[in-house]
């Protein structure tokens, strides 16, 4: 009777290997679509402050100040930060004065966000996820109405 040992716990050994290779870049991938997803939200929040605060604003000059700030802000406040940002703002039909007549203004909020876990060696620098959000406000809609008017 001779017995076979060369090969005893060797399935154990390469599901265990084959699992850590499998489990590393799912974890990676699991993590990657949570930070896409987190900007995602915050790149939506920040079109729509920015929108609010640009539409509250008493001038074109003081709105794009705050509809910066309020992005920026809004960014911070889902736990994006350092990240590139950009508020392009336009308005119909009075591209010179936003705060004129039935202006409807369109907000688009440009970021990104860097894929984590990944070593500036494979790739130069962090590979990261562009995200855009557009938000339209019409002028009015934020506007006070005085009750006591008759």
Same mark, same amino acid.
């Given at each position: 009777?001779?017995?076979?040992?060369?090969?005893?716990?060797?399935?154990?050994?390469?599901?265990?290997?084959?699992?850590?290779?499998?489990?590393?870049?799912?974890?990676?991938?699991?993590?990657?679509?949570?930070?896409?997803?987190?900007?995602?939200?915050?790149?939506?929040?920040?079109?729509?402050?920015?929108?609010?605060?640009?539409? $509250?604003? %008493? +001038?074109?000059?003081? !709105?794009?100040?705050?509809?910066? @700030?309020?992005? /920026?802000?809004?960014?911070?406040?889902? &736990?994006?930060?350092?990240?590139?940002?950009?508020?392009?703002?336009?308005?119909?039909?009075?591209?010179?004065?936003?705060?004129?007549?039935?202006?409807?203004?369109?907000?688009?909020?440009?970021?990104?966000?860097?894929?984590? $876990?990944? %070593? +500036?060696?494979?790739? !130069?620098?962090?590979?990261?996820? @562009?995200?855009? /959000?557009?938000?339209?406000?019409?002028? &009015?809609?934020?506007?006070?109405?005085?009750?006591?008017?008759?």
């Amino acid at each position: 009777m001779s017995r076979r040992c060369d090969e005893q716990g060797s399935a154990l050994v390469e599901l265990t290997w084959l699992g850590i290779l499998l489990l590393i870049p799912m974890l990676w991938i699991i993590l990657s679509v949570f930070e896409v997803q987190r900007g995602a939200f915050a790149v939506s929040g920040a079109a729509r402050a920015a929108g609010r605060a640009y539409a $509250l604003a %008493p +001038t074109d000059a003081v !709105g794009r100040q705050r509809a910066e @700030a309020a992005a /920026a802000q809004a960014l911070a406040d889902q &736990g994006v930060h350092g990240v590139p940002l950009r508020v392009r703002i336009t308005c119909t039909p009075y591209p010179h004065d936003c705060h004129s007549g039935t202006s409807v203004i369109t907000i688009v909020v440009t970021s990104s966000v860097d894929l984590p $876990l990944l %070593p +500036t060696f494979l790739g !130069g620098n962090a590979p990261s996820f @562009a995200l855009d /959000a557009t938000h339209t406000v019409p002028i &009015g809609q934020f506007q006070e109405i005085d009750r006591a008017a008759p």
